[in-house]
């Protein structure tokens, strides 16, 4: 005979309330589970977001990151004259040379001796720097001056730390730095950077040396060969990555430390949810004795009373997964800031909902269903007809 599948329905029906709480537990870990793919997923586009596929960016070799990187101008004259630089339409070279140094700001509503402080970074750039970068614009005031203590900062930034604000002026490298414009990275990691020009941020802070070379391919396809000039040269002692890998290998430190602390107690807290689903569902075995006896007499088999009772607890699973996924969908709403564990700074990111992760939260859901439910549905599908009549 077919699965009584109504039958199982129709019973969870009847046990709302033992329901919705096995339901609820489930949808609290597939929340925990969704939110920290979320989490690695939108750290990860933030900054795989910074790069542009046709730039490469120079560091000294095994620097790590550009805060730790120092690059002479002679070296940086040589990489410029390679023939993969793209030229502008006035036949300038498309490479932008960067300084970036890190500063601690205090954050808003923070004072006194509890006052909370994060490193942020300060990026010395030229005109170049945004052509390189179309997706940093100015969205208020202007772009800061050439030669002069200016400078313009991400908005996100201007909202997160005090004195941040356009028009107000931040101290460090013994000056003052006025702001003068605010710019828009479009969720990149930029968004929590300060820009200000180049040559009067490395006097400032008394380095005569770049942190960076950022430059455009002429094409694509010559990375490979640019690569190769790069770090074969032994003048330069440099490496060269496209922009996407370079921002993406500066998340890996911290998207796997957020990856095993999350899946973590994910993992803790379904051992939980499991329990309460294997207790559920014995719980409605041991309820339903006569009925079970009933359907064997019928002649429903065993195996149909296994998929029957299975089947329940995966519908358990699937509703509290759904309601897990709903529930964790509305963090996208919410930004975090973290520190970046290679640069040091303060990187600000968003929650990120996948159809991968749709998926992945749904087959865990379903996997914490089928353990928590085999054993109870085995145990009704081996009940004796006689003895479960007897029940009655």
């Known amino acids: 005979m077919q699965v009584p599948i109504a039958y199982s329905f129709r019973n969870l029906r009847t046990r709302l309330m033992t329901t919705a709480l096995t339901a609820g537990g489930m949808a609290l870990v597939v929340f925990v589970f969704a939110a920290v793919l979320m989490l690695d997923e ?4 933030t900054l795989v977001d910074t790069g542009e ?73 030229d005109a170049m720097g945004f052509t390189l970068r179309p997706q940093v614009k100015i969205v208020a005031g202007r772009m800061f001056r050439a030669g002069q203590a200016e400078i313009v900062v991400a908005r996100g930034v201007a ?25 828009d990275a479009g969720q990149s990691g930029f968004d929590s950077e300060i820009w200000g020009d180049a040559d009067q941020l490395m006097q400032a802070f008394r380095r005569p040396v770049y942190s960076s070379l950022i430059f455009r391919l002429i094409d694509p396809a010559a990375f490979e060969t640019a690569r190769e000039a790069v770090e074969s040269d032994p003048r330069l002692m440099l490496e060269a990555k496209r922009e ?38 014995y719980a409605a075995v041991a309820n339903r004795t006569a009925e079970i006896g009933t359907l064997r007499a019928i002649g429903f088999r065993r195996r149909s009373i296994l ?23 509305t963090m996208q709403f919410l930004t975090l800031s ?27 859901a379903l996997v914490m269903g089928f353990i928590g439910g085999v054993l109870p549905a085995a145990r009704a599908a081996r009940m004796n007809i006689v003895d479960a009549l007897r029940a009655a």
Request: glycine share 8%; no cysteine; aromatic share 8%.
């Open 42 to 45: 939108g750290l990860k586009k």
């Open 53 to 125: 596929a046709d730039n490469v960016v120079v560091t000294r070799r095994s620097s790590g990151s550009e805060v730790q990187s120092s690059i002479e101008r002679v070296p940086a004259a040589i990489v410029e004259s390679l023939p993969q630089v793209a030229m502008g339409a006035g036949g300038e070279r498309l490479i932008s040379k960067e300084s970036v140094v890190l500063i601690t700001l205090n954050k808003r509503g923070s004072k006194g001796e509890v006052a909370l402080a994060s490193n942020v970074i300060i990026r010395g750039v």
């Open 159 to 183: 909202e997160r730390f005090e004195n941040a604000a356009l028009g107000d002026s931040l101290r460090f490298g013994s000056r003052e730095w006025k702001i003068v414009g605010l710019f």
């Open 244 to 281: 996407r890998n370079f921002y993406a290998d500066q998340s890996e430190t911290l998207s796997t430390f957020i990856r095993i602390l999350g899946l973590s107690l994910s993992v803790i807290f379904s051992v939980g949810a499991i329990i309460g689903a294997m207790i559920t569902m």
């Open 307 to 329: 998929v029957a009772f299975l089947l329940e607890s995966l519908f358990l699973s699937l509703l509290g997964g759904v309601v897990g996924i709903l529930a964790a969908s």
């Open 338 to 364: 973290t520190t970046n564990f290679q640069s040091f700074a303060e990187l600000a990111f968003t929650f990120q909902l996948t159809p991968l992760i749709v998926v992945k939260s749904l087959v865990f």
